[in-house]
């Protein structure tokens, strides 16, 4: 038996239909439609309340419906010995080099002076500079980063990444490691986060590390929200050494009203829309790891508990 639970913003019988598209008897739960608790199996969510999963004493699966499992991690009565699985989706990697691609050429051509600039009706062209002048730095170069900096360099852009352990990427400098995340900073004009949230990785867009980035930086986020420290960026760009930010994830989601990004005229906000889950593309994904789960095999993309990610 499957337990669906998601977001309000989701329909569940989307992904009921999606997956029943594989196994038309697949029998699913939405919740709180829990039942009896001890036949649920397999967990399938996004942002499960804290407790909810302690509360399922049969499972043999939970599947992150996307491809962060921080919302699973931080929940401090997870099960830790059953398995947790992420999303590799190739849509929602595809929908995040389009966004990336977006936000890093809108900074590069400087969209939002042009924006500045309509609201008071003044004409003002400027030379547009070479792609390979605009220094781009991904953090974090997983399945998605990997992908993002890969189509970033395709298109001419100077691109570096930094991860965990080294990486050989096609046209892009790695940066392994702690010791060598200054020396990334210091050539990174426009700098995307995509890191997973984790507990090394909370903060990492503070005020030294915002610090150590080149003169008039731009800060694109589509890690989490925790990465950022807020006032730290708002900071860094107010005292001018940030020329602006563009967000598309928050501490707090939805971003509250009287947030002082909504109306900081050097920040971009979208409401945690880079990539959403295709329920058509990752419902073969789903349905193998229900598979492998009953055969008390392990799940495809299965996640580290001690890395966090
Ligand atoms: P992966 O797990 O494939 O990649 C994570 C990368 O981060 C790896 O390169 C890893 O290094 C690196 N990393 C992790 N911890 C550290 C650290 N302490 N120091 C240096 N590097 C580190 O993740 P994905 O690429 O699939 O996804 C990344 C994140 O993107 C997700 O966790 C999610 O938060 C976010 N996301 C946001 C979406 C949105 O709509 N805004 C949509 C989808 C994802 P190494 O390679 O050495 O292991
Ligand atoms: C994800 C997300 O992790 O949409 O998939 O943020």
């Not at 990697?93 to 003044?122: C, F, K, N, P």
């Not at 980035?213 to 589509?222: D, K, Q």
Request: net charge negative; charged share 25%; with cysteine.
């Amino acid at each position: 038996m499957v337990l669906l639970f998601m977001s309000d913003s989701d329909d569940p019988k989307v992904w009921a239909e999606a997956l029943r598209a594989f196994e038309p008897d697949l029998q699913v739960r939405v919740w709180p439609d829990v039942g009896v608790a001890e036949e649920i199996e397999f967990a399938l969510v996004w942002l499960p309340p804290p407790g909810m999963l302690a509360g399922l004493p049969g499972l043999k699966l939970i599947q992150s419906l996307g491809a962060g499992i921080d919302h699973i991690f931080s929940d401090p009565d997870l099960p830790r010995d059953v398995p947790v699985a992420r999303l590799v989706d190739d849509e929602l990697t595809r929908q995040m080099v389009e966004y990336v691609t977006l936000a890093v050429l809108s900074r590069h051509r400087r969209i939002d002076r042009y924006r500045r600039l309509q609201a008071e009706r003044r004409w003002r062209p400027s030379r547009s500079v070479p792609l390979s002048a605009s220094r781009v730095g991904v953090l974090g170069l997983g399945v998605i980063g990997a992908a993002v900096a890969t189509a970033l360099a395709g298109l001419g852009l100077a691109v570096a990444g930094w991860s965990r352990a080294p990486k050989q990427i096609d046209r892009v400098e790695n940066f392994a490691g702690a010791e060598r995340l200054d020396a990334f900073l210091a050539r990174s004009d426009i700098l995307v986060c995509l890191l997973p949230l984790t507990p090394e990785t909370e903060g990492v867009l503070n005020a030294r590390t915002l610090g150590a980035l080149p003169e008039g930086a731009y800060v694109i986020n589509v890690g989490r929200g925790g990465h950022v420290v807020e006032a730290d960026l708002i900071a860094a760009i107010d005292g001018g050494h940030l020329s602006g930010a563009w967000l598309d994830v928050f501490r707090s989601e939805p971003l509250p009203s009287d947030h002082p990004f909504w109306s900081h005229p050097c920040v971009t906000v979208t409401p945690h829309v880079a990539a959403l889950t295709e329920p058509a593309s990752a419902a073969a994904q789903v349905i193998e790891n229900i598979r492998r789960a009953r055969r008390g095999r392990e799940p495809l993309h299965r996640v580290d508990l001690s890395a966090g990610y």
